[in-house]
């Protein structure tokens, strides 16, 4: 090893082998260094467009706003606010009083109709009988009309006698034939059937018809849970509050139907269709991570449907990115902390498009 002396000092000179084995590294690690900046440059142009990730999504559920189809006080609220309820479990009642009055009403209305409806019957019947009993009389009559007519010639009988034959003949003809047209407007009314059941008749129909609403207004005084969920708002429905038809008394949101709903911008969803995998995050469970998928995606964008949609059509046009909504299901675990109407979410969707060559030409 060569010695090389400075200011005073002696200092071993590198070898040879040294600084050539530095002047070497020094090019492989520039060439190393613009091949790694290379490859990860490709490798994020090749997954570039994969990956969708959206801040501009929240939780969705099942909402409704209870009410009912018919009027009156209310009796009494069932639930109290944020009270988890089950499908068909009672919400609140309406004072059914009135309700049950018109039932009984119509009830009765029913009653009188099948009466009435069989009276009609014997009352057709009894006509059938008149009638009968007035042909018989009609025939009586033209044969004392016949022989009156042989014993005028002969003056066997007066000509007051056999007017007042052909009168009483005509009269009885008469009464006959108002008999069968009652009879015949009595048979239309039963149907055209003389033995009809009462239960098909359409007045008995119209009848029954009444006392089904009356008891579906009964029956809609008591309201349900359409579903299961939570209710809200509900202190702002009071017994004794007159409680207007389709007027809403309070809130539920569903507990077991949740989604996400996610708004991207239209030039993020190239490559994103129904049946991607979805990672979650809410912003109330930071540690959390659910899976999910793309349900399915909107045919139209968020301002279609807006009160006011854009002119296009005026000249002071600006294109603006627009929004396409997504829906995403989530899928849950037993365990899994709920997922609450409103909440801020943040979904990233793996559409699994992976670049090739030919996408630079």
């Given amino acids: ?39 990860g440059a490709g490798t994020y142009w090749l997954t570039g467009g994969r990956y969708v990730s959206i801040d501009d999504s929240y939780v969705q559920a099942p909402k409704l706003a209870i009410a009912t189809d018919v009027s009156g006080l209310v009796r009494e609220v069932d639930v109290r ?11 609140f009642r309406l004072d059914p009083l009135q309700f049950q009055i018109a039932v009984d009403g119509a009830r009765a209305a029913l009653a009188e ?20 009993a007035g042909q018989a009389l009609v025939q009586n009559d033209q044969r004392d009309f016949d022989r009156y007519g042989k014993l005028v010639q002969s003056g066997g009988v007066t000509h007051v006698e056999y007017d007042s034959a052909r009168f009483k003949l005509l009269g009885d003809q008469q009464r006959v034939e108002s008999l069968r047209q009652q009879a015949a407007m009595q048979l239309a009314r039963l149907g055209g059937n003389p033995t009809i059941d009462v239960r098909e008749t359409p ?40 409680l207007p038809a389709a007027g809403a008394a309070f809130g539920i949101v569903a507990t077991g139907d ?3 709903e996610a708004n991207p911008k239209e030039t993020e969803i190239t490559w994103v269709k129904p049946g991607d995998k979805v ?38 046009w600006v294109k603006v990115v627009q929004r396409i909504p997504l829906r995403v299901r989530v899928q849950r675990k037993p365990g899994d902390p709920p997922l609450r109407a409103g909440m801020s979410v943040e979904v990233e969707i793996d559409t699994g498009h992976v670049r090739t060559l030919k996408d630079l030409y």
Avoid: C
């Avoid at 109709?113 to 009968?132: F, N, P, S, V, W």
């Avoid at 998928?293 to 909107?298: A, H, K, M, Q, T």
């Fill in 1 to 39: 090893m060569s010695q090389v002396a400075t200011a005073g000092r002696v200092i071993d000179a590198p070898p040879a082998r040294t600084r050539s084995r530095r002047s070497l590294l020094r090019p492989l690690l520039m060439l190393g260094g613009i091949a790694v900046v290379a490859i």
């Fill in 258 to 260: 949740a989604w996400i």
């Fill in 81 to 91: 606010d944020g009270e988890a309820v089950h499908k068909g479990e009672v919400l």
């Fill in 113 to 132: 109709t099948g009466l009435a409806m069989e009276a009609m019957k014997h009352d057709y019947q009894r006509m059938l009988h008149d009638i009968d």
């Fill in 279 to 316: 990672q979650v995050s809410v912003d109330t469970y930071p540690d959390r991570v659910w899976e999910g998928v793309v349900e399915s995606l909107s045919p139209n964008s968020g301002s279609e449907f807006s009160i006011l949609p854009a002119q296009n059509s005026s000249g002071n």
């Fill in 203 to 242: 007045e008995y129909r119209e009848a029954a018809a009444h006392l089904a609403e009356a008891q579906r207004e009964l029956d809609h005084t008591v309201v349900r849970a359409p579903f299961d969920g939570i209710v809200t708002q509900v202190d702002q429905l009071q017994p004794g509050q007159y």
